[in-house]
């Protein structure tokens, strides 16, 4: 079977099985795309492209175009569908978003030309959206960042408008990650299983390190910058991302401790960006707590916890405060600093109702 996930728009619109989905859906595309695009959902504005160019071209203008005329149509058409993605996927804006897109094509296409969708096309693409039962989602509606705890012990700060999803057999032989929006991950060691986080067009590979992932649909630019250890960067469509052969290529990155790499979507280039060109735009407050405690109130290190988190914890003051804790934290996921703090103070914590109760005899 065609591996479709590193097909470009003009591809897949050229591709048998796509067309034919596109002009003449039944039961059984249907539920392949379907489950498709919720496995890769960074792909979506691909799909919406490739589909445009499919239905316009059954209609051609009386005047074909030239090299140059289609070359600047269909740069237009790709940013005016990245332009139209929401933070949030929903029936009904992807229904909107698609509808908006086919109008730019049209227009863009020949002066004069209108194309009206069916509703038989509107429900269709809302349908490209539906659960898929292999596949584990996240998504993010709140206002503020949400916490998730992966199944190998790994931590994810999840940002506001964010989605993430993952094959239901995570850990079992590989840990893939596919994120639309934001993301701070601290990522378990695990040998001879790399962590790799799929966003738009680039790959980012761990063993075991954190960092944060930034890859809106909206905008130009997808972003990672590491907070502790060491990542490799790859450009998607011209590595493999396998973990057994995911290997540096020439163009690769590698990035350490306070390194970022950018991924420019309008000139294809993945770059290193020195902290000095840095856009001064918003990170995670995760990304600012230094983790280092110095005979620090463990009540000042759960606030800390709290913050970077977004998890509740409550504890005895009367009984715990006057304990103090020295440590010294990098990359371990959030249940490994717990689990450390408290065996530093003598404690335990259960988690009831997703808050966490620490209780102690105290310190003296």
Not at 78 to 94: M, P, V
Not at 210 to 232: I, M, N
Request: glycine fraction near 4%; aromatic fraction near 12%; hydrophobic fraction near 35%.
């Amino acid at each position: 079977m065609k591996n479709y996930l590193y097909y470009t728009p003009e591809e897949l619109a050229q591709d048998d099985r796509f067309i034919e989905w596109v002009k003449a859906p039944d039961p059984e595309s249907d539920l392949f795309w379907q489950n498709w695009l919720e496995t890769y959902p960074f792909k979506r504005a691909d799909v919406a492209a490739a589909r445009q160019l499919i239905l316009i071209s059954s209609q051609p203008p009386e005047h074909g175009l030239t090299p140059g005329e289609a070359a600047r149509m269909k740069k237009n058409i790709f940013r005016r569908i990245a332009s139209s993605e929401k933070r949030t996927f929903s029936f009904r804006t992807f229904s909107r978003r698609m509808y908006y897109a086919a109008a730019c094509v049209v227009i863009l296409w020949a002066a004069g030309w209108y194309l009206n969708f069916h509703r038989s096309d509107r429900e269709q693409s809302a349908q490209l959206v539906s659960e898929n039962s292999e596949t584990t989602i996240f998504e993010n509606s709140e206002n503020t960042p949400k916490y998730i705890d992966l199944p190998d012990g790994s931590s994810v700060v999840l940002g506001v408008g964010s989605r993430m999803s993952m094959p239901n057999d995570y850990g079992e032989k590989t840990r893939d990650i596919y994120l639309t929006g934001e993301a701070f991950f601290e990522v378990k060691k695990k040998q001879n299983m790399p962590f790799l986080v799929h966003a738009k067009e680039i790959v980012t590979k761990v063993l075991g390190t954190s960092f944060h992932v930034k890859a809106f649909p909206y905008q130009k630019h997808t972003r990672v910058l590491v907070k502790t250890g060491k990542v490799s960067i790859y450009e998607l469509r011209k590595s493999s991302t396998s973990a057994d052969d995911l290997i540096a290529r020439p163009g690769d990155l590698i990035l350490e401790a306070n390194q970022e790499a950018v991924y420019d979507h309008d000139l294809d280039v993945l770059q290193f960006l020195p902290h000095a060109n840095r856009e001064d735009e918003p990170l995670p407050s995760i990304m600012d707590i230094p983790f280092e405690y110095d005979e620090t109130p463990v009540g000042n290190v759960f606030a800390d916890l709290e913050k970077a988190y977004h998890i509740e914890i409550t504890y005895d003051q009367k009984t715990i405060s006057n304990c103090r804790v020295t440590a010294s934290f990098g990359d371990e996921p959030f249940y490994e600093k717990l689990r450390l703090i408290c065996i530093a103070i003598g404690a335990n914590y259960e988690i009831i109702n997703d808050q966490i109760n620490v209780t102690g005899r105290g310190c003296y």
